[in-house]
């Protein structure tokens, strides 16, 4: 049944002026939403307009093509608003993200399907009418030529993506020159067209524009965005930043885990796109508003971020720096000195030694354990050998809680959950996940369920084009001793930054960190560490299994919250 319009209409605004009263959980939206039948997504959007304070997403403001639908239909304007950005130390790669795209051969097949049901379904529509309908004959006019325009282009493509891959060889990737990739798809749309130079790029935005008027009568849920409109938002990018070093283009290869079947290539190509300078984007838009405030508390140097995001150097900016409640001494970090993941250090003496430090630390520590690498493939390593590693003298043996490659919020609370009943029960676990993964940023363990942390190695970005790229940008912008920072040690260090975090979220909690890697007290990765950050070196496993244990010894009981909270 349902209701009629006006009493949906007279329930939204009820909804809005609910909204508009108090801070409501979107969860709390959701739920009254649905008791009255009505759109909660819309009723936000209304009740925006009227609003003092929004809390979104930083696609809303920072991702382009989301920013322009999203605040013109709130009527917000970024001049008359103040942007805070919580866990700034986020943005420059999420704001990255906003542009990054890849396209396979094989798209091109697609974009021709979908065009060709789009096209059949629009001829049909106009037969039925019998209508004379001058407007759609004109579009389905260029629906056709689209057509004969994608038939061509797979063709072309097919080509290119294979003298690509010849070129790629047996390299991982490699870049190209973003007008090599445009001009490919430019000079296949004009070969048979005698055209002014001067209007070179008029028939590949026109394609473009239809490319996104192309929409299959169904697209499903997970299919936020048609074939045809992912290859006219690549096309978009790479026309804007034709001329701009500020977005680099990479061949590289469709890791496993994305491949949707092993059958037909052994390792397909794409091309993908990277933005490297987040500024770009951000800067324009921190000089639209009133004022922004920046907040982490890894938000450092300061500096660097602001030269990273573009902040106005015309307008006044302020940096600074607040002390820790936590004192160092409920907070010990030690790093040890025999120990590193540094490729070329690598060998059986060291991983020994590693599982000699981890294990020394479990053995002489209680409760809940954090034990962080700086890669998946590394965690996998050690995963399967936590015989090494974990002491057989706890009895019963700790629960090991792996992180997964790909995970839900729901699949993150669940693992967390389970942290609080092994605690419950007394018994031991050794939660493992990745620096800069799901486990080690973003995710608060209150009531001092993590006792001590161990970080295993730096995660330094490995090798590759896109890498490559950004340092030789940055080495363009900021000059050779910064770029180096700028690119690889200071976003890695960070990352362990953010990891030590976890445990502590008061200022009474305590808890042991551990850092296994002798990088760190090297002076260019010093300099990357807050210099209020207490550190206290250790010689080998059995220096480490001291100081955990007296450790714990002067700090037995964890700081309880009076009120449980799961967080």
């Given amino acids: 049944g349902g209701i009629d319009e006006r009493a949906r209409r007279s329930n939204r605004m009820k909804l809005v002026n609910k909204i508009l009263e108090q801070p409501m959980h979107v969860e709390d939206v959701i739920r009254l939403s649905r008791d009255e039948e009505i759109c909660a997504w819309a009723s936000a959007r209304i009740s925006a307009k009227d609003a003092d304070v929004i ?29 805070i950005v919580d866990e700034a130390h986020n943005l420059p790669d999420r704001v990255r993200n906003g542009l990054e795209r890849h396209l396979q051969r094989k798209v091109f097949d697609g974009a021709y399907f979908e065009i060709e049901e789009y096209l059949g379904n629009k001829e049909k529509e106009i037969k039925e009418s019998n209508l004379d309908d001058t407007f759609a004959r004109g579009e389905i006019e260029d629906i056709r030529e689209l057509k004969r325009q994608m038939n061509k282009l797979r063709k072309d493509m097919s080509k290119w993506y294979e003298r690509k891959k010849i070129e790629l060889g047996d390299k991982n990737d490699m870049k190209i020159e973003t007008n090599d990739f445009l001009n490919k798809i430019n000079e296949s749309l004009m070969e048979s067209l005698d055209v002014d130079q001067k209007k070179r790029y008029e028939i590949l935005e026109k ?54 079947s092993e059958e037909n290539e052994e390792q397909p190509i794409r091309v993908h796109s990277f933005l490297l300078d987040p500024g770009v984007v951000s800067g324009s838009l921190f000089e639209q508003t009133s004022g922004s405030i920046l907040m982490s508390g890894t938000l450092y140097p300061p500096s660097m971020y602001a030269d990273v995001l573009q902040i106005p150097v015309d307008r006044k900016v302020i940096s600074k720096e607040y002390s820790s409640d936590f004192l160092s001494n409920r907070r010990p970090i030690l790093i040890a000195r025999d120990v590193t993941t ?47 590693w974990l002491p057989s003298s706890i009895w019963p043996k700790p629960v090991v809680i792996e992180e997964q490659r790909i995970m839900s919020k729901r699949e993150i609370e669940n693992n967390k959950k389970r942290l609080y009943e092994l605690e419950s029960k007394g018994e031991r676990g050794v939660l493992m996940g990745v620096l800069g993964g799901k486990f080690s940023e973003g ?3 209150p009531d001092n369920i993590l006792q001590a942390v161990i970080c295993v190695g730096l995660p330094l970005a490995p090798p590759s084009a896109q890498q490559d790229a950004l340092k030789k940008y940055y080495e363009k912008r900021f ?19 953010q990891a030590i975090g976890r445990p502590i979220r008061k200022g009474e909690d305590r808890a042991l960190v551990v850092l296994l890697e002798n990088r760190l007290l090297q002076r260019n990765y010093k300099i990357c560490m807050p210099s209020s950050l207490q550190t206290i070196e250790v010689s080998n496993p059995e220096r480490t299994g001291k100081r955990t244990k007296s450790f714990f010894d002067y700090y037995p009981e964890p700081a309880k919250e009076n009120n449980k909270t799961m967080g």
């Fill in 55 to 83: 809390v979104c997403d930083y696609n809303h403001v920072f991702i382009e093509n989301i920013m322009k639908s999203s605040l013109s239909s709130m009527g917000i304007e970024l001049s008359n608003s103040i942007l």
């Fill in 207 to 260: 394609m473009i524009s239809l490319l996104y008027k192309i929409t299959p009568e169904e697209l499903s849920d997970e299919e936020k965005e048609t074939t045809c409109s992912r290859i006219a938002y690549m096309l978009e990018i790479c026309i804007e930043y034709k001329d701009n070093s500020a977005l680099a283009l990479v061949i590289d290869r469709i890791p496993p885990s994305k491949r949707e």
């Fill in 342 to 388: 540094k490729f070329t250090s690598r060998g059986p003496d060291n991983t020994h030694k590693i599982n000699q430090h981890i294990k020394s630390t479990i053995k002489n520590s209680k409760g809940i354990i954090a034990l962080f690498f700086p890669s998946y493939a590394m965690m996998d390593k050690f995963s399967n050998r936590e015989r090494e």
């Fill in 443 to 445: 995710v608060d363990y």
């Fill in 479 to 497: 000059g050779n001793s910064l770029a180096w920072r700028y690119s690889s040690s200071q976003p890695a260090v960070n990352s362990l930054m």
